[in-house]
């Protein structure tokens, strides 16, 4: 994937959306769940107003259960619904129409006493690339693939799916810009995959992630590569690299002259994680927010 956003493409993206919301009673949003807030739009909150929310903490298979439930926790008490799941074994999807129903029962209720039993539930489902919103909605619809070619700034038609149980969905109209505000959250997006690489060069993504790892879950490390992680790594001249070279040299990576070859494991690294051999492993919880979110209240 190679998108570049422009802010013609994001004025384009946001009037067709909030133009779409209007018709729509709730908005699905989809989040990586190793990445639950990094990986959201960042003007998805003032773009959907005051509609029903609902979130969808996808890519459970590769994130930490226990860190899976605080997040859980946190967008409910935030007045979200919240689903987890794995669409692409479909694990969680199931729930959806139920869920999207307890969400929206009073208005359901308010419908039923006007005599409209039956009106369809509109939802409209957003995500920024790669979360997994295609998987999830072909999932939700019970079919294979067919994913429309995404094309920042292409007008697409409206793409309404009706399912059995009497919702419409909508997909996002225009492709959702994630955040880029700032080295955090590209380093977060980069090594699961959300953006492309080349934001950063191939090692220096791997030491950042080496150190979340450190910091998130250090024995996931020493099981899969072999060493223990010394205890003051923090305070190493260049933890990330240095934790790296242990690694490497532990799998026996060398090139001529005895070096290690960090950039052979820098790439088994990120492969690594990203496929989930590492473990199940979460690179943000809702603690690391916590101080932001106290200075915002005040
Ligand atoms: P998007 O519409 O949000 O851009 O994402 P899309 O559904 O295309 O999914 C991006 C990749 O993430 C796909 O992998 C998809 O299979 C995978 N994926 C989606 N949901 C989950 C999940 O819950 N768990 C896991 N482990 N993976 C998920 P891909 O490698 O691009 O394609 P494929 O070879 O898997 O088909």
């Not at 226990?66 to 967008?75: E, G, L």
């Not at 208005?107 to 995500?127: D, F």
């Not at 992630?209 to 790594?233: C, S, T």
């Not at 070859?261 to 919880?285: N, P, V």
């Amino acid at each position: 994937m190679n998108i570049q956003w422009y802010p013609g493409h994001m004025t384009r993206t946001r009037r067709q959306m909030q133009e779409s919301i209007r018709r729509v009673d709730a908005v699905c949003e989809v989040v990586d769940a190793r990445i639950p807030q990094v990986s959201r739009n960042p003007d998805i909150d003032s773009i959907a107003g005051d509609k029903p929310r609902l979130m969808i903490l996808n890519r459970i298979d590769l994130a930490d259960p226990a860190s899976t439930q605080k997040w859980v926790n946190y967008f409910r008490a935030k007045g979200y619904a919240v689903l987890t799941t794995d669409a692409k074994s479909g694990a969680g999807v199931k729930k959806f129409s139920e869920t999207v129903r307890t969400l929206l029962a009073d208005k359901i209720e308010q419908w039923k006493q006007k005599g409209q039993v039956g009106k369809a539930v509109k939802v409209m489902v957003v995500g920024i690339p790669n979360v997994g919103k295609s998987t999830f909605i072909n999932k939700v619809l019970g079919r294979k693939s067919a994913k429309a070619a995404d094309k920042p700034g292409v007008t697409r038609g409206q793409q309404w799916f009706r399912l059995e149980s009497g919702l419409e969905l909508l997909d996002t109209p225009g492709i959702l810009w994630p955040r880029f505000d700032d080295e955090r959250t590209g380093i977060l997006l980069a090594v699961t995959g959300a953006v492309r690489d080349d934001i950063l060069d191939i090692e220096t993504l791997a030491c950042k992630l080496m150190e979340l790892l450190a910091k998130h879950k250090p024995e996931a490390i020493e099981e899969r590569y072999k060493f223990q992680i010394p205890e003051n790594w923090e305070e190493f001249d260049f933890p990330g690299y240095e934790l790296l070279m242990m690694a490497g040299r532990k799998r026996g990576f060398l090139i001529s002259g005895g070096e290690i070859d960090t950039e052979r494991m820098a790439r088994i690294l990120l492969d690594e994680y990203r496929g989930g051999k590492l473990g199940r492993i979460t690179l943000e919880t809702p603690e690391d927010y916590a101080e932001q979110e106290q200075d915002d209240g005040e």
